[in-house]
């Protein structure tokens, strides 16, 4: 069964756009345990949003796993899991963390509730909700 995921950057360090240039990255220096569990659970083809946080804050584009089951290549004990990402499609406009705050039916999302977490798994409900909500006016 295929999962869902969200996966933070910050734009000054790497953004969507330098995914788009590059056409797949690793996603590296990832240090926190959770987040890395969830990477070693990632199989490839499953999707990501790509998250903008610190300036920003905001999800702003959908990313592919195209590699899994890799050791951070910045990781000089080989104990911190990574994937790599390809983008998919930029979203038509960005949800911001404010819009998803405010709404109800995205009150349990682990990027509300674990907001220091970079790797964060959704549910497929919550991943076509925000989906929605990209193609509507902001």
């Known amino acids: 069964m ?10 000054n360090k790497y953004s969507w756009d330098d995914l788009v240039r590059d056409g797949e990255t690793v996603w590296d220096g990832v240090r926190n345990h959770r987040a890395s569990n969830n990477m ?6 499953e999707q990501a949003f790509l998250y903008h946080s610190v300036k920003g804050k905001e999800v ?26 390809k983008p998919v499609r930029k979203l038509e406009r960005p949800v911001t963390l404010a819009e998803i705050k ?5 009150e ?11 790797v964060a798994e ?3 409900k919550e991943f076509d909700y925000i989906c929605k909500l990209a193609s509507k006016p902001a």
């Open 2 to 11: 295929a999962r869902f995921w969200l996966m933070k950057s910050e734009p």
């Open 40 to 45: 070693r659970d990632m199989q490839v083809a």
């Open 60 to 85: 702003v584009g959908i990313m592919e796993i195209s590699r899994n089951g890799i050791t951070d290549p910045t990781d000089p004990d080989g104990k911190w899991a990574t994937v790599y990402v």
């Open 102 to 106: 405010a709404d109800p039916k995205l």
């Open 108 to 118: 349990g999302i682990e990027l509300v509730r674990l907001g220091r977490l970079s």
């Open 122 to 124: 959704l549910t497929e």
